[in-house]
């Protein structure tokens, strides 16, 4: 098993662009999870979903975020526009279910100029 | 409201000597812990779980629910085990909420 499969690893784009990070989960894993990463404020969660369907989006810091899930193998993190502040590692994660461990992706470096 | 409290940012220590990180948790119901690692560079993994109750790499914690803490223990650490470590609680939909994370440095 490959584990969560994250791309890209890296993006590195200049502000008012559109950035999508993409995130396929463990096969047979019904949750997926967005986290995003900083040195001033930790790991926090983003969105998560539980059967394709979002559970809890509180952790969305804007409206310029947006995360779908059009199947149980793929995930998409859109920011548009992208703003210097967006720069983080973003993570994905998904696991069997209510109370299993979380696996994590190797996430994305994202840099806007 | 959930929360996760990991108080030390920074636990330098040399190699051989015992290592303690502080974790406490604050939740109504009945937790699920966990501690997590992530190694530079690298994806955050899963080091062990309350409920297991096994030893990892020889981490060990113990959930105390009197005191609401879950701290990660080891009696020698080794240069290998410098990492960031995330201490986290399992709140109910699966939602894992992380403390901020202590950085272990294990020096020579």
Redesign the interface.
Known sequence: DA??IQSPRHEVTEMGQEVTLRCKPISGHN?L?WYRQTMM?????LI?F?NNVP??DSGMPEDRFSAKMPNASFSTLKIQPSEPRDSAVY?C?S?Q???????????TRLSIL | AQRVTQPEKLLSVFKGAPVELKCNYSYSGSPELFWYVQYSRQRLQLLLRHISRESIKGFTADLNKGETSFHLKKPFAQEEDSAMYYCALSAGFQKLVFGTGTRLLVSP
């Open positions: 584990g969560v949750s999870f404020r930790g790991l926090e969660l998560y539980n559970i809890d993570f994660a696991s279910g209510w109370g299993q461990p979380q696996h994590f992706g190797d996430g």
